[in-house]
């Protein structure tokens, strides 16, 4: 089974509003990644953050990481049309495990 | 740099029938995923190489399915026989994974979508 549950499993907004994920996982990380996927298409990197760190940012993305909760957030500002995919967090071990929960359907209405 | 490369994109087969995936990864990168990825669903991870060797495959149904990569380059996923429950996207991924680089980013492909019919 999947190592991460993602919340909420589908989120629809208008253009302009903050759109916010959240990820949980079960296991110690070296760090946790987000992905994005257009639908029918392969996934692409957005924002990594490590295991030490708390926050991080990235253009309008920021993520958050509380290793005592086993917990993420990915929060997206300013929210455009083109956003409009599903967003997955993974998880990666020493052992270099790349893990991904389920994923939130994100849609932006312009 | 080239990215990582699939083939074929799109496959249908019936049932019982064999299958199998290519995967060309990012020149260098020492790991490579295979993940399937159900409609609607997060993917799933199926098998981990490192090199040439596997580092994870609790996942994969060994019963039916197979993954091998000569050589620690390319990789080829097999199904024999298929289920009408093997229809999904098949995803490669590579990354550096070595040592030095565990804080990178895995390089998806465009995947193989399969229909089992």
Known sequence: ????????????????????MNCSYKTSINNLQWYRQNSGRGLVHLILIRSNER??????????LDTSKKSSSLLI??????????YFCASKNAGNMLTFGGGTRLMVKP | EAGVAQSPRYK???KRQSVAFW???ISGHATLYWY????GQ????LIQFQNNGVVDDSQLPKDRFS????????????????????SAVYLCASSPGSLGHLHTEAFFGQGTRLTVV
């Open chain 1, 55 to 64: 926050e991080k940012h990235s253009g309008r993305l920021r993520v958050t």
């Open chain 2, 36 to 39: 399937q990825q159900i409609l």
């Open chain 2, 12 to 14: 249908i087969i019936e």
């Open chain 2, 23 to 25: 995967c060309n990864p």
């Open chain 1, 77 to 86: 500002t300013a929210s455009r049309a083109a956003d409009t995919a599903s």
């Open chain 2, 67 to 86: 993954a091998e990569r000569l050589k620690g380059v390319d990789s080829t996923l097999k199904i024999q026989p298929a289920k009408l429950e093997d």
């Open chain 2, 42 to 45: 997060g993917p799933k991870l």
């Open chain 1, 1 to 20: 089974s999947q190592q991460g549950e993602e919340d909420p499993q589908a989120l629809s907004i208008q253009e302009g509003e903050n759109a916010t």
